[in-house]
């Protein structure tokens, strides 16, 4: 069994100029808890995710994050671009379960991404 057999597709991705709320937003309505984020050209430049998101609300005050129905609200006007993880590490769909299992093993990411042709959102 190879990545592409569990990947999720369409990949679902964000642009860098997307606002954070448009970024939440996705993520709620997905169901997901990272999206990549790829340029114009289709390249990927770095992923998001919802703690990413949450970290760049959080007040240093009050360490809380406003929601609404479980969404954010209040996010400051950075784009996820100023918060992503930039160059995050990928193999291709054609990655087999077990290398799958001990690249995830030995890095410390949220999610982990088999890169196919992305679905643009947030654009």
Not at 27 to 35: E, S, V, Y
Not at 39 to 64: C, F, H, K, P, Q
Request: aromatic share 4%.
């Amino acid at each position: 069994m190879q990545a592409r057999d569990i990947m999720n597709t369409p990949v679902i991705a964000v642009s860098p100029r997307a606002t954070l709320v448009e970024t939440a937003e996705l993520l709620h309505a997905q169901g997901f808890t990272t999206l990549p984020v790829v340029n114009e050209g289709g390249r990927l430049v770095g992923i998001v995710s919802e703690s990413d998101i949450a970290m760049a609300r959080v007040t240093r005050e009050s360490r809380e994050v406003p929601t609404q129905d479980g969404v954010l609200i209040g996010v400051i006007p950075y784009t996820v671009g100023a918060i992503m993880t930039k160059a995050p590490l990928t193999l291709p769909p054609g990655t087999e379960l077990p290398d799958l299992a001990g690249a995830m093993s030995g890095c410390t990411c949220a999610g982990f991404r088999s890169w196919t042709t992305p679905t643009w959102s947030a654009w």
